[in-house]
């Protein structure tokens, strides 16, 4: 959903809710049906459920969505005040607004001035709040309902989800929430996965211990077409409330519930597979999820579960080679990726995350015949042109298309287009950010795309030079340096926002230095490329392209020598000297002290780590780069083993506490892993990223920290971290001082 405002999904019920005191029963006449508030009415049931059923196996690029759409506006035709089918006429359209945001301020203003022009109607109210502009205006409107109808259900959880809502966890109402989700179970006991999707929000075991019971009795009681969210939303509340000691039990309980969900046999919904994929993963049943992506392959193989777990398996079976493998590892992998990436898309040629992969194949194959490119770019940029604002990721396909079109010297006249075409997208993006509310967050954002603008004008700058356009080329780099320079006044003190702008300005000196050695000023450009490597010191081939220019010059080996030296030590404003371990930054914070369980049942407290190094790593089972990391983590922890003045564990941050053990299981991981999902979503005001390690000193202070993990440097990732841990110990012991106010890590 754009601006995570709204869960999309909304799951049908049999059983009949308690009506609202509020003329909940309706006519059967003009285009209204009797039934209760807690559900949609039996003339619509089947309708909504064959469009929520489908949830993202049907995403607005997809050929389904119009036939979902004409369903919804069917629909609403016909029962125009029916308040589910309003809900997912809402849902539809603000799904589709990710790609199309004026559908969705359109659709504000048609609600907004239905709730003006119908003061005494309480759903009128509820549907202007769920889709209002930001979380004031939408509690407004949901006290708004209750004043008319104090009974109003959705009212009250909509009310429990603006709070669970809010971005710092420690600003959170816990009580209100609690009043809220328990006014709704009492109106709508038989809306289970309702509250479900808010209980990670409701740090509270008594509280849940109360509900448990009638919430697994409603989820089971479910329409079998409605359960299996629910289900998912379930064994998640049962694993937070429950003491590791006690998961073993639990997990049985969850294969006795597999075992009823299978005998349903409803192949035909996606969800059916996607949650008995959850309890093989909790149950740690490896044999019965391998089966059923097998059969999942056979039935639906281009469906979202099929295609994730055709890429897990790749990933699994292929570990990427490191830059210190040999030439001959490196291109064996790159082959086998693309040739696998063909074999996908030969299965599901329109599906849009293969066709990312294959992206990133055709980027490591040089080799490739430019008309095999060509075709696969073009093809490619056509379907972003259809998915654009519905995956999110570093560089778009725009971007990445660009890079190899100028590498290659192919279509290079398209490039600038491209280019415009995501200055254009970001443009939007920061209309976006200004609405945050947050003035603190809404800076950090604004530097963000302000550097990524940076360095679009920068490739924009290298294609019109390339194209013989020197001027345009001039205008594009005096613009992006120009950017760069007001955002170093003053410069960001965050050390990742500061990395990036660095690497930026890297990025526009290289193109500034590539327009001096066209202009024939090959000195200028040395100097250029010598200050883009500093910027960017984990960019080897800046150096390397400087020492040639240098040579073409005329310059000597001494020269060269004398001139590198200097560079390297330059203290110019803006550069950054790297340390020997690329990727980490020095910190000077205070650990905030912890209290955590550990998957094995064991308890860690900040006063286990008195008088030692300790190295800490933050993860989630779901984490790409933290699965490509971990292993290296356990080789570290093996030989850290017999070491008393160094200590290592893990804080993992997975909601879903249940799929912690049995991956540690699967993947043979001995190492501590605390499940620490509230304390660092605490920690760093509910923004957590990973994986980010740190390296803490014998008084409790974070030194080091890194983002973050290139698979390709892990043959040296160990090495780099051991300096740093063997650095600390080697200091002398200091003590703990205050807990900052600003935390270890804060991004």
Same mark, same amino acid.
């Given at each position: 959903m754009s601006g995570n405002r709204h869960v999309a999904t909304k799951l049908r019920l049999l059983l009949v809710c308690s009506a609202l005191h509020l003329g909940a029963r309706a006519t059967a006449s003009a285009g209204q049906v009797t039934h209760s508030w807690c559900e949609p009415p039996e003339a619509v049931r089947a309708e909504l459920d064959a469009i929520d059923r489908w949830g993202s196996d049907c995403m607005p690029s997809e050929d389904c969505w119009p036939s979902h759409m004409d369903t919804a506006k069917r629909l609403l035709a016909a029962y125009p005040d029916d308040l589910f089918v309003n809900r997912t006429y809402q849902d539809l359209v603000e799904q589709g607004s990710v790609q199309h945001r004026e559908s969705l301020l359109a659709l504000r203003a048609e609600y907004k001035a239905r709730a003006e022009a119908r003061p005494r109607d309480p759903v009128a109210q509820y549907? =202007?709040?769920?889709? =209002?502009?930001n979380a004031a205006e939408e509690r407004k409107f949901y006290e708004k309902a209750l004043t008319l109808a104090p009974d109003f259900a959705w009212a009250h959880r909509g009310l429990a989800r603006v709070e669970a809502q809010k971005d710092e966890p420690a600003t959170r109402d816990q009580q209100f929430i609690k009043h809220e989700l328990e006014r709704f179970m009492t109106l709508c006991p038989n809306r289970p996965e309702a509250v479900l999707q808010l209980a990670t929000a409701v740090d509270d075991g008594a509280f849940w211990q109360t509900h448990r019971a009638s919430l697994r009795a409603a989820v089971k009681a479910e329409n079998p077409h409605d359960q299996f969210a629910a289900w998912h939303g379930l064994w998640t509340l049962e694993f937070r409330m429950t003491p590791v000691g006690q998961h073993p039990q639990l997990r049985e309980q969850?294969?006795?519930?597999?075992?009823?969900?299978?005998?349903?046999?409803?192949r035909d919904d996606p969800s059916w597979w996607a949650v008995l994929a959850h309890g093989f993963e909790l149950t740690g049943d490896t044999q019965g999820k391998k089966q059923l992506n097998a059969d999942l392959l056979q039935t639906h193989p281009c469906s979202t579960l099929a295609v994730r777990s055709t890429e897990e398996a790749f990933r699994s079976d292929h570990a990427i080679p490191s830059d210190a493998a040999p030439k001959e590892e490196k291109a064996h992998y790159e082959k086998t990726f693309y040739d696998a990436t063909g074999k996908w898309l030969a299965r599901c040629p329109d599906n849009f995350e293969f066709w990312l992969n294959r992206l990133g194949a055709i980027k490591d194959r040089?080799?490739?015949?430019?008309?095999?490119?060509?075709?696969?770019?073009?093809?490619?940029?056509?379907?972003?042109?259809r998915n654009r604002g519905?995956?999110?990721?570093?560089e778009s396909p725009y971007v990445v298309v660009s890079r190899i079109f100028l590498e290659r010297n192919l279509e290079v006249e398209r490039v600038p287009s491209l280019v415009e075409k995501e200055i254009e997208l970001h443009h939007e993006e920061q209309t976006n950010y200004e609405r945050i509310p947050d003035e603190e967050e809404r800076g950090l954002w604004r530097i963000y795309e302000s550097t990524q603008l940076a360095r679009l004008k920068a490739l924009e700058g290298r294609a019109e030079l390339a194209l013989g356009r020197r001027d345009a080329a001039r205008k594009d780099l005096d613009t992006a340096a120009a950017g760069i320079e007001a955002l170093r006044k003053p410069p960001p003190t965050d050390s990742n926002l500061l990395k990036s702008l660095d690497?930026?300005?890297a990025e526009v000196w290289e193109q500034r230095a590539a327009l001096a050695a066209a202009?024939?000023?090959?000195?200028?450009?040395?100097?250029?490329?010598?200050?883009? =490597? =500093?910027?960017a010191p984990d960019r080897k081939e800046l150096g390397e392209k400087a020492a040639a220019l240098w040579r073409q010059a005329g310059g000597t080996p001494a020269g060269w020598a004398l001139l590198a030296e200097t560079s390297a030590t330059s203290k110019a404003p803006g550069v950054t000297v790297a340390t020997a371990q690329t990727g980490w930054e020095k910190a000077t914070t205070v650990l905030k002290p912890f209290d955590l369980q550990a998957t094995d049942g064991s308890r860690w407290t900040l006063g286990r780590l008195n008088g030692k190094v300790a190295f800490i790593n933050v993860w989630a089972t779901w984490c790409g780069p933290c699965r490509e990391e971990l292993p290296e983590v356990q080789k570290l922890y093996e030989r850290l083993k017999g070491r008393t003045d160094v200590v290592l564990l893990t804080l993992d941050v997975d909601s879903d506490v249940g799929l912690v053990a049995p991956f540690l299981t699967a993947q043979k991981y001995s190492f501590p892993a605390l499940l620490a999902e509230a304390y660092m979503r605490d920690l760093w005001k509910g923004m957590v990223i990973v994986p980010t390690n740190w390296v803490v000193d014998r008084g409790g202070r974070v030194r080091f920290e890194s983002k973050g993990f290139d698979p390709k440097a892990r043959t040296r990732w160990a090495d780099g971290v051991l300096a740093l841990i063997d650095g600390l110990t080697q200091e002398k012991a200091g003590t703990p001082g205050p807990t900052p106010t600003k935390a270890a890590g804060h991004p």
């Open positions: 549907l =202007a709040g769920r889709i =209002a502009d969850v294969a006795r519930d597999i075992e009823g969900i299978e005998r349903l046999h409803l040089p080799e490739l015949p430019n008309e095999v490119v060509r075709a696969d770019l073009d093809r490619i940029v056509q379907l972003w042109e519905l995956f999110g990721m570093a690497r930026a300005e202009d024939g000023h090959g000195p200028d450009a040395v100097a250029m490329l010598l200050r883009a =490597a =500093a910027l």
